[in-house]
Each structure stands twice: as structure tokens, then as C-alpha cells.
């Protein structure tokens, strides 16, 4: 890479916290939707979506600069391919990821510096207290991460049963399943399955699905032939991802199956940069990490867990299902730390 492109690549990459806000800006006021129907110009959208036309023409230009939008002329702007994405509820929106990314996530990484000199989760550092925490008294910002997180949930699921058969069971229990995106997808390719959703109790309340709200570091319905925790390990450090486990392997029969649908870390990070991205998030947020496979055999171990085979779902769904069975738990740590004594808080 010559000095120029080095340079020019460099100052990109230190100004990406412009182009989050930028995002975040047309996504929260919906920009790309007024711009379904053809380009307009910056005062025409002003008036739609109730912005100072100067202060937002300027703020298009930006994402011109990026290729979000087409500046054309007579200071008109359209919607590239990039920027069809930002639309809402089109396929392949990231309408909610940019939402999460420069409203709830983006205060976050100003904790980082510390958190790496210091320990600690930069969220945490930054809110004073935990993102679930946070979540459970900002009701608005919990319901807009929950629909951020269906979205991706929906793309993974399509790939995840296309990947993995699940007629083979007939009861199943999503474990931490959110709004239960992948546990409808599983019952739809899947009808003799007869499957239950858990998570938070406020977060399963009022679902059209069967379910069961608890803490998952207590109990979770026990005797299903199959367990799921699709994105869940990944929210949290080791001792606690453990402890989950753990308690899905006190609920599970012994001749069940554990599947978890996670991202799972490539040997060098520019083979799988988003999961890469992904990991850097989980740290930033919750403490939690992306996992290479041998990182999940061992944590699987550690719970009494044998991981059989590592799956690979559709090309762009960025998660693998990582099939594990019940082993011999191992001599001495058959009974779970508590909470305190992981030092687990969220
Ligand atoms: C990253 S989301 C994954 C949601 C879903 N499985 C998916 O793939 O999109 C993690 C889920 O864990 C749930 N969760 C967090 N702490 C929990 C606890 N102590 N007990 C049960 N669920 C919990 C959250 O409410 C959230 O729905």
C-alpha cells in the first residue's frame, strides 16, 4: 500500500466516528424511507422528516462522501444500494444495528482506553451499571435493541434451519431466545417440534410462543431432548458463560443435544473481520467475547459438555451451529460456583 492510500485509508478509519453519528442521524429520521420513492432534494426532505435544511444538507453530503447517498444535481440526493439498507423492514435492512450503534452502543467506546489499562467493561465504566441493567429502566431503548436484535435473529435463523435439521426432536427449550425469532423459525420448518421459549421474565411476557421466564443462571425447564442458546454465550466472560451451561446441563437428559448458535472466531482476524468487529463489541458492552472453536470446546468441558461438530450455516449469516452432548462432568466442579463467587454481576 503506497504512503498516500496508507494515509488516506488511515484518516477514514479515525473519522469512523462521524460516520456512525451520520448513520444514526438519517436512521433516526427515517431519510432513506422518504427517499424510497426517488431522489429529493435537501430542503424537500427538511420539511418531510422535520430537520434544519442547511444543518441536513450538509449531513447528506456526508454520507454522499461515503456512498450511503448519490448527490445528484440540483441539490438532489438519492439512495444507493448502500442506502436501500437503511430503509426500514426491507430485506437485509440495517436500519436497527445503525440505530444500536449510534445511540445505545456508540457512548460505550469511550470507555475503552480505560477498560484496557484497567480491567472493567467499558459500559459499565461509562452508564455505571450493566447494559441488561441499563436496559431493564430505559424501556424504549430495550425495545428498540430487542427489535435491532430480531432482525439479525431472522437472518441467522433462515440459514440455522437450513443448516441443521431439527425434526429429529420432539421438545425443545430456547435458551436466552429474546423474542423468539429462531425458535419460530425452528417450529415452522420444523411442526412435530414442540418447543418452549425462555428468557428474562419482561422480555417473554405477552409472547405468542410457549414460554417460561427466568434467570438462567437458577434453572431452566428441565427433561427437552434439545437446548438452543443462539448469541447468548457470547454476551458473557468466562465463569459465567460456564455457569449458564452448567445449568442447561443439570436440565438436560443425558442422551440430549446442546446446540449453540454463536459466530465463532476465524485463526486470523481479516478471514472473518465482522465476527472480529462483533467480538470487540461484546467486550465494549457486556464483557463478553467471540469464541474460537477449541476457546468453546473448553468452555463446553467445563460444564460437562463434549462438542461433536461445528457447523457452518449459509455464507453471509456470520453464525455456525456448534452441536455439543452431555459428557461426564468433570471430578470437583460437578456443583456450580455461585454467582458471587464468579464474581458475576449482570
Ligand atoms: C444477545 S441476546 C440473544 C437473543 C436471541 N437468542 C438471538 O439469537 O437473537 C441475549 C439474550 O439473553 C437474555 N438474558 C440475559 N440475561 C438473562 C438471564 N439472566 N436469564 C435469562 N435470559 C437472559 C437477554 O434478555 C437476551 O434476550
Redesign the pocket.
Known sequence: MGMTSAASRLARLADGYVVTQLLWVAAELRIADALADGPRSAKELATQVGADPDVLRRVLRGLAAEEVLDDLPGDRFGLTATGELLRDGVEGSQRGAVLARGGLYYGALAGLLDAVRDGGVPFELVHGRTF?QHLDIHPAESARF?SS??V??AR?AAAVVEAYDFRRFRTLV?????TG??LAEILRAAPPVSGVL???PE?VRGSQLPHVG????AEVPAGAEAYV????IH?WPGAEAVAILRTVRRAIPDSGTLLL?EAVLPARASDDPAAVRMDVHMLTLLGGQERTADEFAALLAAAGFRLDRVMPTGPRSGVHVLVARPAEVPRHSDRPRSRAASGGE?
Open positions: 441488561f430487542q436484535m430480531a439479525r435473529a441467522e430456547d435458551v436466552g431466545g429474546g425469532v429462531l425462555f428468557d428474562r422480555v427466568g434467570d438462567f443462571f442458546l443462539s448469541r447468548v454476551d448458535v449482570s
